[in-house]
RNA sequence: GCCACUUUAGCUCAGUUGGUAGAGCAACUGACUUGUAAUCAGUAGGUCGUCCGUUCAAGUCGGACAAGUGGCUCCA
């Protein structure tokens, strides 16, 4: 933000750019600085003179990169869609309308649901309340007379009753409209210039479901009409990247309501991918010393009883199968498994750390309302893994899985950095009942992983209340093209489950000690991931992972025998190669390859025939020329070299 | 699970005020034998998500259920 300003003695002062606008608008209310003269917005030097038409205390507010123009300027128009709101509706009574990432939202309690036809009604009142361009005032007021004005506002009286004693509460007043709120605001609401009002959907009143669901509306404004444009542009890509889309564009997955929700089922070409991908992770496990097993889906249900889970874990879990005597539940993790596994026999402190891998089914009950493709669902695969480590080895190990996600993600896949963000998930102490009992556990486990990754130097944020029942996480946060925050890969710390299995290992002094053990996922499960990787790459795969890598475009009908030979060729390297053998034109054929975005297509006629050559073409780069069929080969078999032992 | 919306051919979508359905692409057949992003012609394909109701008559109106979409809650 680079803004000049009239100081009061009429001197003029360029603000750094550095600067927010909050800290200008400080600089401001303290007497510092009168008004700013000019400024950007959308990158546009104006003056903001114009902008700024009449002199208060309030914050400069200007809709350009700077963040807390831009909360500023949505939470003004949420201000203005209340008010129309309280016009047309006047039964509502507000909560909150706070402005978000992208745009803002304001939850009402009304006595009807909203309806498309009352939301075409409530932005045509905002347009109106915009013309009108009421001057917007602040104003605040000690507590009691607060809740004299708010004395018709349940919601807000709450929110005023929780404030501390003393603290001036700040009102903010457009026309006949107030609303609680700490601001900042625009000077009037002619400075909104194109709304527009998204969604609505149920929410709960301070996100407790137990609470009364109110009508929130999502909506967005900009400054300028090419700027919603713009954003709903963008929208629209978002749409096309959308791994749903893609899968069925590709066939890559589907679901059946005879099968249920939240229970896809890969097709062919997805389960290649599949395929390809959990081979890929278990072969750099397998490199980094791990053991693989298979343990079943199904379990006694004392199994999870002894483990902790039933008592924490059991709304999430499919329910108990009386089969004779035995009660049965399908798992919705696999470490009881695995921790019976390291109990099946005695250990040396030298055979740590004991490494347990496996791709395994887990089956967990998501809301009917939270599964989504192959992001949310009842089903899983978890790349998972579980080491048995010394207290000692706890640094070591938990660095080594992090090494590892920084290798998959960044140097196998090239995900940029930026798209990841490690969060340390901590229990929520004022929660107990969610988590095992042990409070010496829980802060030695904390403080552990966050020296851990302080000392790697990764930047990190603490999340309370997102660690698992029985430890504290480092997760990796992405947010995805639907813009869901979601977790893929995980590294967890747990000292609860060793206790509960009674685990052990005979240490340097000849006498039983228990292990640590370290839970952790690579790729999260092959599902979650697989949508990661189609939104991440718009379905643009690498060539390793691609279900058809190579597509034989034979020129004419004379040409498919010589298509055949070489398609025979390269299925002998294992390389997945098809060829299109219809009678129909090449353009056609290129066409129908380049939206199945197949990394090479070989065009072959008489010329290749004839010198044993392909023409081969790059989904990306198109032509790229004539080459041996040998020479392609060998190109190809290169390029997937370091990601495939086994290419089928 | 909660709130809102959606569900018509394999896919993408039309379908006027209720009078038992259309297009494009795909598929199939035939002709064309093709040189780097769509050759032409023809054929076939649907109890309009499922069930119940209102009506002489329901894709269209009402209800229940299911699946899907956007959120809330929850979560790998």
């Not at 009102?171 to 400075?191: N, R, V």
């Not at 298509?563 to 390297?573: D, L, P, R, S, V």
Request: include cysteine.
């Amino acid at each position: 933000m680079n803004v000049k300003v009239t100081l009061k003695d009429g001197s003029i002062r360029e603000v750094d750019s550095g600067i927010s606008v909050i800290e200008l608008a400080k600089q401001i209310s303290e007497g510092l600085a009168r008004v700013a003269t000019c400024g950007r917005i959308d990158g546009e030097v104006v003056d903001l003179r114009k902008e700024i038409d009449h002199d208060c205390s309030l914050e400069i507010l200007t809709f350009d990169s700077d963040l807390d123009g831009r909360k500023a300027y949505w939470h003004t128009t949420s201000h203005i869609m209340a008010q129309a709101v309280v016009r047309l509706f006047p039964d509502t009574k507000l909560a909150i309308g706070p402005s978000i990432d992208e745009g803002f939202y304001y939850d009402f309690d009304t006595v009807e649901n909203f309806t498309d036809e009352d939301k075409a009604k409530i932005e045509e009142e905002m347009k109106k309340i915009i013309k009108e361009d009421l001057p917007i005032e602040r104003f605040s007021l000690p507590k009691k007379e607060a809740l004299e004005l708010m004395k018709n506002e349940p919601y807000k009286q709450e929110l005023i009753n929780e404030l501390p004693e003393g603290e001036e509460i700040s009102f903010y007043k457009q026309g006949e409209f107030t609303d609680l709120c700490a601001g900042p605001h625009l000077m009037s609401t002619g400075k909104v210039k194109a709304i527009k009002l998204l969604t609505n959907s149920g929410a709960y009143w301070r996100g407790n479901e137990k609470n009364k669901m109110l009508q929130r509306i999502y909506a967005v404004s900009f400054p300028k009409a090419s700027m919603l444009e713009e954003f709903i542009k963008l929208q629209e890509e978002a749409k096309e990247r959308d791994h749903r889309k893609i899968g069925k564009d590709l066939n890559l997955f589907m679901t059946h309501k005879l099968v249920g929700a939240g229970l896809p089922m890969y097709l062919p070409d997805g389960a290649t991918i599949r395929r390809c991908l959990e081979r890929y992770i278990q072969d750099k496990e397998i490199a980094l010393g791990y053991s693989h097993v298979y343990t079943p889906s199904l379990a006694n249900v004392d199994l999870y009883k002894t483990s902790g889970h039933w008592d924490h874990y059991k709304d999430d879990m499919f329910p108990v199968m009386q089969m004779e005597n035995e009660e049965l539940v399908l798992r919705p993790m696999n470490c009881p498994h695995h921790m019976l596994i390291y109990k099946n026999s005695l250990h040396s402190y030298k055979d740590l750390p004991i490494r347990i891998g496996e791709l395994a089914h887990d089956f967990r009950w998501e809301n009917s309302g939270a599964v989504c493709g192959l992001e949310r669902v009842r089903q899983m695969c978890q790349n998972d893994a579980h080491l048995f480590v010394r207290p000692d080895q706890i640094k070591e190990e938990v660095g080594k899985v992090l090494k590892l996600i920084v290798e998959v993600y960044q140097k196998d896949f090239g995900f940029p950095a930026e798209s990841f963000r490690y969060r340390l998930s901590l229990r929520d102490k004022a929660n107990k009942e969610k988590y095992i009992d042990n409070d010496e556990m829980w802060n030695t486990a904390e403080s552990q992983l966050r020296a851990i990754l302080k000392e790697l130097n990764i930047e990190f944020y603490e999340a309370e209340g997102e660690a698992a029942f029985y430890g504290p996480k480092i997760d990796i946060q992405i947010k995805t093209a639907l813009g869901h925050d979601i977790t893929i890969p995980t590294c967890q710390l747990d000292f609860a489950l060793p206790e509960r299995f009674e685990l052990s290992y005979i240490g340097e002094d000849g006498k039983e000690h228990r292990p640590v053990v370290i839970h952790r996922a690579i790729l999260g499960t092959s599902d979650r991931f697989i949508s990661f990787l189609l939104e991440e790459t718009k379905g643009v795969l690498p060539t390793w992972l691609c279900p058809h890598q190579v597509k034989i475009l034979p020129i004419s009908e004379k040409h498919v025998e010589y298509a055949n030979t070489i398609k025979e060729k390269m299925q002998k390297e294992m390389i997945r190669v098809d060829v299109d053998d219809r009678s129909e034109k090449i353009g056609y054929k290129i066409r129908e390859a380049q939206l199945s975005k197949v990394p090479y297509m070989l065009v072959v006629g008489d010329k290749e025939a004839e010198e044993n050559k392909v023409s081969v073409r790059d989904r990306k780069d198109g032509d790229i020329g004539q080459m041996k069929t040998d020479e392609f080969i060998e190109k190809i078999k290169k390029e997937i070299a370091d990601k495939v032992i086994s290419n089928k």
